[in-house]
C-alpha cells in the first residue's frame, strides 16, 4: 500500500513517432460525376498540426480519406516524406502507409476489452509486446485503469481518449482525426482538446485535423487551410486568416460580420460605418464590405454615426445589438460587453476603427 509520503507515478510519456512531411500535389476527385475537389495541392510539415476546415461538402474528410487511402483521387499525386505513395502510377496500400487514423464516432469495437481494442493495430508484435504497448498508451491517455472494461462502460470523453490511443499505439508518422470532438458535451470540448494536443506535441507526430468549427481549428492548428467547394481558400495561421482574409467567404467563416455593398468613388468607399481609403480597387469598381460585430463600438455620447437600437438579447458575457442606422437599408449588428449600456436607452453612437472595415472585390 502506498504511504502518505510517497508520491504517485508519473505518467508514462507518449512514445515518440517519426513525423513525415505528408504533401498533396494538384489533387482532384469526383463523385458520381460531381467534382468533389478541384486542383488542391497542400503540405502538412513534418510535426506541425494542420487543421482543414470548412463547411460541410467542402471535401476536407475526402481529403483525409485520400490521405489514409481509403479513397483514391482521380488525378494529382499524394508524397510522404518526397516518396509517392498515390499516384497514376502508384497506390500503396492504407496499412504500408505509415498513418493513423481517428474517426468521428471513435469505431470502438463493443466486444473487445479496452485493452484489446488499442491492442488491434499492434497485430505484427508479438502478444506480450503487443499488449506492452497497448497498456503504455492506455497510461498515457490516463485509462489505464480501465484496460478491461468494455466501451459501454467510458464516457464519451473517455472513449475518444481510447481512439486516440489506439491510433497512436502504431507511433504513425501521420495521424489523421475526422470531426474528433464532435460527438462530444460542449463543457468536455475544451478539456479533451487540451488534453488531446497535448499528447501530440509530445509523440511529434504530424496530425492533419478536420473540423468545421473556427474556434477549434484556431486553438489547436499551428496552420489553417480553408476549404470551399472542393478547393483550398486561404491558407496559414490563425492569425493570419483572422486578421487578413483574401475574401468574404473568409471572413465570415472566422467571425459574424456585417455585409453591405459599396462602390468606389474618388479613392474612397463610403460606408454605413465609415469612409475607407482604397489603393486595389479600381474608380467605380463595385465592392463588399465586411465589418465584425465585434469591431462595431456603441456608446451613449453622441458620435459621428448616430444609430437606433432595434433589439438587444442578453447572452452572459456579451449583448448581441441590431441596430438602425441612416444610409442603411441592412440593420447593424454588434456584439458588445454585457450591461455596457443603461437597459431602456434607444438613441445611441457608432464607431468602428478603419482596419476592421474590411472590402473585397464583389464576387470574392
Do not use: W
Not at 494536443?197 to 492533419?208: N, V
Amino acid at each position: 500500500m502506498q504511504s502518505a509520503t510517497e508520491t504517485p507515478e508519473p505518467r508514462r510519456r507518449a512514445g515518440v513517432s517519426f513525423a513525415a512531411r505528408l504533401v498533396f500535389d494538384d489533387i482532384h476527385h469526383s463523385y458520381q460525376s460531381k467534382e468533389t475537389i478541384r486542383g488542391i495541392s497542400l503540405t502538412a510539415e513534418a510535426g506541425e498540426v494542420l487543421c482543414l476546415l470548412g463547411p460541410s461538402g467542402s471535401g476536407k474528410t475526402t481529403l483525409l480519406r485520400i490521405a489514409a487511402g481509403i479513397e483514391a483521387q482521380s488525378a494529382g499525386r499524394v508524397l510522404m516524406n518526397d516518396r509517392e505513395i498515390a499516384g497514376p502510377d502508384v497506390f500503396v496500400p492504407p496499412e504500408r502507409r505509415g498513418v493513423g487514423l481517428m474517426f468521428q464516432d471513435f469505431a470502438l469495437f463493443p466486444h473487445l476489452t479496452i485493452r484489446e481494442n488499442v491492442r488491434f493495430g499492434l497485430t505484427s508484435l508479438p502478444k506480450v509486446e503487443g499488449t506492452k504497448e497497448a497498456d503504455s498508451a492506455l497510461d498515457r491517455v490516463g485509462l489505464l485503469h480501465y484496460a478491461d472494461q468494455y466501451p459501454h462502460a467510458l464516457s464519451g470523453g473517455e472513449q475518444q481518449r481510447v481512439a486516440l490511443a489506439r491510433a497512436l499505439a502504431p507511433r504513425p508518422a501521420v495521424l489523421l482525426m475526422d470531426e474528433p470532438f464532435s460527438g462530444l458535451d460542449s463543457r468536455l470540448k475544451d478539456t479533451i482538446r487540451a488534453d488531446t494536443l497535448a499528447i501530440l506535441r509530445e509523440t511529434r507526430a504530424t496530425a492533419i485535423v478536420v473540423t468545421h468549427d473556427a474556434e477549434e481549428a484556431m486553438r489547436m492548428g499551428d496552420r489553417i487551410a480553408l476549404l470551399k467547394d472542393g478547393r483550398l481558400q486561404q491558407l496559414g495561421t490563425a492569425h493570419e486568416l483572422y486578421r487578413s482574409p483574401k475574401t468574404l467567404f473568409a471572413a465570415g467563416f472566422f467571425s459574424e460580420i456585417n455585409e453591405f455593398s459599396a462602390r468606389v468613388r474618388r479613392g474612397v468607399v463610403e460606408t454605413p460605418l465609415g469612409v475607407v481609403p482604397v489603393e486595389k480597387f479600381s474608380e467605380g469598381q463595385s465592392v463588399a464590405v465586411a465589418v465584425r460585430l465585434s469591431a462595431v463600438s456603441v456608446t451613449e455620447n453622441a458620435g459621428s454615426i448616430p444609430a437606433r437600437i432595434i433589439s438587444r438579447h442578453f447572452l452572459g458575457v456579451v449583448e448581441l445589438l441590431t441596430l438602425a442606422v441612416p444610409g442603411s437599408d441592412v440593420p447593424v449588428r454588434a456584439r458588445i460587453r454585457a450591461e455596457l449600456l443603461p437597459q431602456g436607452l434607444r438613441d445611441v453612437s457608432l464607431s468602428v476603427n478603419e482596419r476592421d472595415i474590411l472590402l473585397f472585390e464583389k464576387d470574392g
